[in-house]
């Protein structure tokens, strides 16, 4: 089965720099020097179209536009890219979120994906109202997608739980085809959700051992409840025709960053409750201690896997580096532990998508990972080419 390969829409800015901001940084930090307007937003989604791509991530939170506004508006832009849009439960009611999925996908059919995101910073989460714990949360994600995927099946739906209540709750226009549900979350109260909704769960970029662990943990979780759950993984990218190259232009990243950007963005990534967020802070902990972060190689905390994205930035802190098949081949080892999508970006978002559509593609296509849209279609007649005898 090909690989499917996703990219990212930065609606927060995008720079030819780390544009810091996102989990547990506060809103107004993502600093950046190309504005996410929606012709910028289009112009990544329409490229990421002609390579094949199947959807683009629309991340979620305080530090970054609406996402399903901007995504609404970039749909139009496009013809066949699929957009995962993320939504947090809780700050909506699920039948209004099941509603806004069924027209999505009925203006745009097949093209929504749908990335639940719980919410790991409690302060952000007070700012939108809502003032529950972690472990709540997860109880009230799992409360939200029970009745958002009853509604989607056409089930008049009546709930009385601990966290949400609805009655008498259908709707009208029911999605078709079904939206897949994407989850992320490394705590414990994580894995049972994600075991009992995720189509497709999602893991930050760790050290392969680290995430054929979680493979293995959410699994044995899905087995339990009768299901089967594939897997996906976000991570930057860093793609050159050389790994010269590629190690040179992570080095330029780290040149912007100084001591006390660093120590910043750090003290605001502390506060946050998210495990994932803590595994991609421990990644570079030892490096921060000891100033040895300014040396891209050192931040290299597995082949071609690079920690220095998360030194500013929440969330997806890893970055594949090297040359394009180094790249091809990381993602044929993560491939190879289970990992059937690729969640991807990198900086400026627009230049990096050309590096790797067309260094690293044609590496995966080659080796069978990856078969794009299309190209199982008989080759059509060229004109004015001579038919050879």
Same mark, same amino acid.
């Given at each position: 089965?090909?690989?499917?390969?996703?990219?990212?829409?930065?609606?927060?800015?995008?720079? +030819?720099?780390?544009?810091?901001?996102?989990?547990?940084?506060?809103?107004?930090?993502?600093?950046?020097?190309?504005?996410?307007? !929606?012709?910028?937003?289009?112009?990544?989604?329409?490229?990421?179209?002609?390579?094949?791509?199947?959807?683009?991530?629309?991340?979620?939170?305080?530090?970054?536009?609406?996402?399903?506004?901007?995504?609404?508006?970039?749909?139009?832009?496009?013809?066949?890219?699929?957009?995962?849009?993320?939504?947090?439960?809780?700050?909506?009611?699920?039948?209004?979120?099941?509603?806004?999925?069924?027209?999505?996908?009925?203006?745009?059919?097949?093209?929504?994906? *749908?990335? !639940?995101?719980?919410?790991?910073?409690?302060?952000?989460?007070?700012?939108?109202?809502?003032?529950?714990?972690?472990?709540?949360?997860?109880?009230?994600?799992?409360?939200?997608?029970?009745?958002?995927?009853?509604?989607?099946?056409?089930?008049?739906?009546?709930?009385?739980?601990?966290?949400?209540?609805?009655?008498?709750?259908? *709707?009208?226009?029911?999605?078709?085809?079904?939206?897949?549900?994407?989850?992320?979350?490394?705590?414990?109260?994580?894995?049972?959700?994600?075991?009992?909704?995720?189509?497709?769960? /999602?893991?930050?970029?760790?050290?392969?051992?680290?995430?054929?662990?979680?493979?293995?943990?959410?699994? +044995?979780?899905?087995?339990?409840?009768?299901?089967?759950?594939?897997?996906?993984? +976000?991570?930057?990218?860093?793609?050159?025709?050389?790994?010269?190259?590629?190690?040179?232009?992570?080095?330029?990243?780290?040149?912007?960053?100084?001591?006390?950007?660093?120590?910043?963005?750090?003290?605001?990534?502390?506060?946050?409750?998210?495990?994932?967020?803590?595994?991609?802070?421990?990644?570079?902990?030892?490096?921060?201690?000891?100033?040895?972060?300014?040396?891209?190689?050192? /931040?290299?905390?597995?082949?071609?896997?690079?920690?220095?994205?998360? *030194?500013?930035?929440?969330?997806?802190?890893?970055?594949?580096?090297?040359?394009?098949?180094?790249?091809?081949?990381?993602?044929?080892?993560?491939?190879?532990?289970?990992?059937?999508?690729?969640?991807?970006?990198?900086?400026?978002?627009?230049?990096? *998508?050309?590096?790797?559509?067309?260094?690293?593609?044609?590496?995966?296509?080659?080796?069978?990972?990856? !078969?794009?849209?299309?190209?199982?279609?008989?080759?059509?007649?060229?004109?004015?080419?001579?038919?050879?005898?």
């Amino acid at each position: 089965m090909s690989l499917k390969l996703h990219w990212f829409l930065p609606t927060y800015g995008d720079s +030819r720099f780390i544009v810091g901001g996102g989990h547990g940084l506060p809103a107004g930090t993502a600093h950046s020097d190309r504005p996410a307007s !929606v012709g910028y937003l289009s112009s990544i989604a329409r490229a990421a179209e002609d390579f094949g791509f199947t959807a683009a991530l629309t991340p979620t939170g305080a530090w970054c536009e609406d996402a399903w506004l901007t995504t609404a508006m970039v749909a139009r832009e496009s013809e066949r890219l699929g957009f995962l849009v993320a939504l947090r439960p809780g700050l909506i009611s699920p039948t209004l979120a099941a509603q806004m999925a069924a027209t999505f996908s009925r203006h745009a059919p097949g093209r929504l994906l *749908l990335n !639940v995101v719980t919410g790991g910073e409690s302060h952000e989460q007070r700012a939108f109202g809502d003032f529950l714990d972690k472990p709540a949360r997860y109880a009230r994600a799992d409360e939200f997608l029970s009745v958002v995927t009853r509604l989607w099946r056409g089930e008049r739906v009546t709930h009385h739980g601990e966290h949400l209540r609805v009655d008498d709750a259908a *709707l009208g226009t029911l999605p078709s085809p079904e939206i897949p549900i994407y989850f992320g979350g490394s705590s414990p109260e994580a894995g049972p959700v994600a075991a009992r909704h995720s189509d497709v769960y /999602l893991t930050w970029g760790e050290p392969p051992a680290a995430v054929a662990a979680k493979i293995d943990w959410i699994r +044995r979780l899905a087995d339990r409840e009768g299901r089967t759950v594939r897997f996906g993984i +976000r991570l930057h990218v860093i793609a050159r025709d050389t790994s010269e190259d590629a190690w040179a232009a992570a080095g330029k990243l780290l040149e912007a960053l100084d001591e006390d950007t660093v120590r910043a963005a750090q003290a605001g990534l502390a506060r946050s409750e998210s495990t994932g967020q803590a595994n991609m802070r421990d990644l570079h902990s030892s490096h921060r201690a000891d100033g040895s972060w300014r040396d891209p190689r050192a /931040l290299e905390v597995a082949p071609n896997l690079w920690a220095g994205v998360g *030194l500013v930035r929440g969330g997806a802190g890893t970055a594949l580096v090297g040359s394009h098949a180094e790249v091809a081949d990381r993602i044929a080892e993560y491939s190879a532990l289970g990992i059937d999508e690729f969640v991807l970006s990198g900086y400026p978002h627009l230049e990096e *998508l050309y590096w790797f559509g067309e260094g690293v593609i044609p590496q995966l296509t080659q080796r069978g990972l990856f !078969v794009p849209p299309g190209s199982d279609r008989s080759p059509t007649a060229t004109p004015f080419l001579a038919a050879a005898h």
